[in-house]
């Protein structure tokens, strides 16, 4: 089983920065590829970006694409979503998820934290 807490959520102008950092429990977590999704109020959960257990492939959503990078440390078990070049559309709450395959769809991971708020300001 794998715990995962996400921190870095915050306050920040457009055009700004966010780095969110992931935290997995448990000694399985080079197992599984990891994704970030968000969901903003009123809207269906997102799928921003996942990548392989190796960290040699990666994926993004379309919205995110050349303005946000997914990273992975094992030797941490942390999973990054380095965030550039914000948009207010960007304003979401961000979760991280793991699970046993690639995949851009929230139903396929097992794992989730609780999320963390990101609020970008025109």
């Known amino acids: 089983q794998v715990q995962v807490v996400e921190s870095g959520g915050g306050l920040v102008q457009a055009g700004g920065s966010l780095r969110l950092s992931c935290a997995a429990s448990g000694r399985t977590f080079i197992r599984y590829f990891m994704g970030w999704f968000r969901q903003a109020p009123g809207k269906k959960r997102e799928f921003v970006a996942t990548?392989?257990?190796?960290?040699?492939?990666?994926e993004y959503g379309d919205s995110v694409k050349g303005r946000f990078t997914i990273s992975r440390e094992d030797a941490q078990n942390t999973v990054s979503l380095q965030m550039n070049s914000l948009k207010p559309e960007d304003t979401a709450i961000y979760y991280c998820?793991?699970?046993?395959?690639?995949?851009?769809?929230?139903?396929?991971?097992?794992?989730w934290g609780q999320g963390t708020q990101v609020t970008v300001s025109s």
């Open positions: 990548i392989s257990e190796s960290g040699g492939m990666t």
């Open positions: 998820a793991a699970g046993r395959f690639i995949s851009r769809t929230a139903g396929e991971y097992d794992y």
